[in-house]
């Protein structure tokens, strides 16, 4: 019989394995109501299917060329933030750590911790991979928030406008402003940093201490740490990091708008301005981990808004299905192979002289 300690000791272990089940469940039912009941009331499969054996050959050989220029855009990101990082393992190791990220339930975090470890063994220092996993991370949920904000005003000089993208676009600037704000001043002074740093942390904590979790393992000293090894980083590389990472995102809004006009989903129903919208509005959505990879959530919310803007029932389910294998699937596969493969490439030698593989 368990003593009164390890009775103590297990219960915070049976809240989070409660909780986990709870999130596990809810991220079920979400995915099992949209594609078994939301969309099909939207549109029927038979319609969709309909519209996508449709397809003509160019237009397949567009999607196919819009994917591939998709997934070799995630390289260039960690290439500038990872200085000494190659292409093809640059590819590697975004797809296998991207596919994490879609396969388990709020997994960045796990995807982060596999990027890390491909790249430690690779040669790399810590730092410049936790500096690196930080600033793509960072700058990647930067442009998130700008989307709306870009949207809302394309909307408004087209004459076009949408409340709940509105209401996104505000508190994209607002949350815009308070991060760029608080990086700027860790950036300029290692006793605002330490400061920041022990005010988020104190934060933070309350924050867990609300739903009974721990404390976090890092104060202002780590934030002082962080603007030491990346304040002269930034300054240097932030206007190529900002560039590559929106060409990043650019190719996915691309596939959207490539499977749109493919699908029978034309201008004149769903403009470029109204597609970019759609997308935004979804990007910011997927911020929040409800489901892996935002299945479910991505289809449900994309299709409603772009019908909501017009576009035909069938073509924008059709339109929107095909986007998401396209932005999903090669990737899964190309990470999951990369995942399970990487150890059994030899780790590069490391030149002494640059300090890089």
Same mark, same amino acid.
């Given at each position: 019989?368990?003593?009164?300690?390890?009775?103590?000791?297990?219960?915070?272990?049976?809240? #989070?394995?409660?909780?986990?089940?709870?999130?596990?469940?809810?991220? @079920?039912?979400?995915?099992?109501?949209?594609?078994?009941?939301?969309?099909?009331?939207?549109?029927?499969?038979?319609?969709?299917?309909?519209?996508?054996?449709?397809?003509?050959?160019?237009?397949?050989?567009? @999607?196919?060329?819009?994917?591939?220029?998709?997934?070799?855009?995630?390289?260039?990101?960690?290439?500038?933030?990872?200085?000494?990082?190659? !292409?093809?393992?640059?590819?590697?190791?975004?797809?296998?750590?991207?596919?994490?990220?879609?396969?388990?339930?709020?997994?960045?975090?796990?995807?982060?911790?596999?990027?890390?470890?491909?790249?430690?063994?690779?040669?790399?220092?810590?730092?410049?991979?936790? #500096?690196?996993?930080?600033?793509?991370?960072?700058? +990647?949920?930067?442009?998130?928030?700008?989307?709306?904000?870009?949207?809302? !005003?394309?909307? =408004?000089? =087209?004459?076009?406008?949408?409340?709940?993208?509105?209401?996104?676009?505000?508190?994209?600037?607002?949350?815009?402003?308070?991060?760029?704000?608080?990086?700027?001043?860790?950036?300029?002074?290692?006793?605002?940093?330490?400061?920041?740093?022990?005010?988020?942390?104190?934060?933070? +904590?309350?924050?867990?201490?609300?739903?009974?979790?721990?404390?976090?393992?890092?104060?202002?000293?780590?934030?002082?740490?962080? #603007?030491?090894?990346?304040?002269?980083?930034?300054? #240097?590389?932030?206007?190529?990091? =900002?560039?590559?990472?929106? @060409?990043?995102?650019?190719?996915?809004?691309?596939?959207?708008?490539?499977?749109?006009?493919?699908?029978?989903?034309?201008?004149?129903?769903?403009?470029?301005?109204?597609?970019?919208?759609?997308?935004?509005?979804?990007?910011?959505?997927?911020?929040?981990?409800?489901?892996?990879?935002?299945?479910?959530?991505?289809? %449900?919310? %994309? =299709?409603?808004?772009?019908?909501? !803007?017009?576009?035909?029932?069938?073509?924008?389910?059709?339109?929107?299905?095909?986007?998401?294998?396209?932005?999903?699937?090669?990737? %899964?596969?190309?990470?999951?192979?990369?995942?399970?493969?990487?150890?059994?490439?030899?780790?590069?030698?490391?030149?002494?002289?640059?300090?890089?593989?």
């Amino acid at each position: 019989m368990p003593v009164a300690g390890e009775q103590l000791s297990s219960s915070p272990r049976r809240r #989070r394995l409660l909780v986990r089940g709870g999130l596990g469940a809810v991220s @079920l039912g979400i995915i099992v109501a949209t594609f078994a009941y939301l969309l099909p009331t939207i549109a029927g499969y038979a319609e969709v299917w309909d519209v996508v054996s449709q397809l003509s050959w160019p237009w397949v050989l567009a @999607l196919l060329g819009v994917t591939a220029l998709n997934i070799a855009t995630f390289a260039p990101p960690w290439q500038v933030a990872l200085p000494g990082l190659r !292409f093809i393992r640059a590819i590697q190791m975004t797809q296998a750590s991207a596919a994490l990220a879609i396969v388990v339930p709020g997994g960045a975090a796990v995807g982060a911790a596999g990027a890390y470890s491909m790249t430690r063994r690779w040669g790399f220092a810590g730092r410049d991979v936790v #500096r690196a996993v930080t600033l793509t991370s960072l700058w +990647n949920q930067l442009l998130n928030l700008a989307y709306p904000i870009v949207a809302v !005003f394309l909307l =408004t000089i =087209t004459g076009a406008q949408t409340a709940a993208l509105a209401t996104v676009a505000f508190v994209g600037v607002a949350v815009l402003g308070v991060v760029i704000t608080g990086f700027v001043l860790v950036l300029v002074s290692s006793r605002l940093a330490d400061d920041i740093g022990d005010v988020a942390a104190r934060f933070s +904590n309350w924050t867990l201490g609300k739903v009974r979790r721990g404390p976090v393992a890092w104060s202002g000293a780590n934030f002082e740490r962080f #603007r030491a090894n990346v304040a002269g980083f930034v300054a #240097r590389r932030w206007p190529a990091l =900002t560039l590559v990472s929106l @060409l990043g995102s650019m190719t996915v809004f691309a596939v959207l708008v490539v499977s749109l006009r493919a699908l029978e989903v034309p201008a004149s129903q769903v403009s470029l301005v109204e597609a970019f919208a759609a997308w935004a509005l979804v990007r910011i959505l997927t911020s929040i981990p409800i489901t892996p990879g935002g299945l479910g959530v991505v289809e %449900l919310g %994309l =299709t409603a808004a772009l019908v909501g !803007f017009g576009g035909d029932n069938a073509g924008v389910v059709a339109a929107v299905l095909v986007y998401r294998f396209l932005t999903v699937v090669p990737t %899964l596969v190309l990470g999951l192979i990369s995942a399970f493969t990487w150890r059994r490439s030899p780790a590069p030698k490391i030149n002494e002289a640059a300090g890089q593989p």
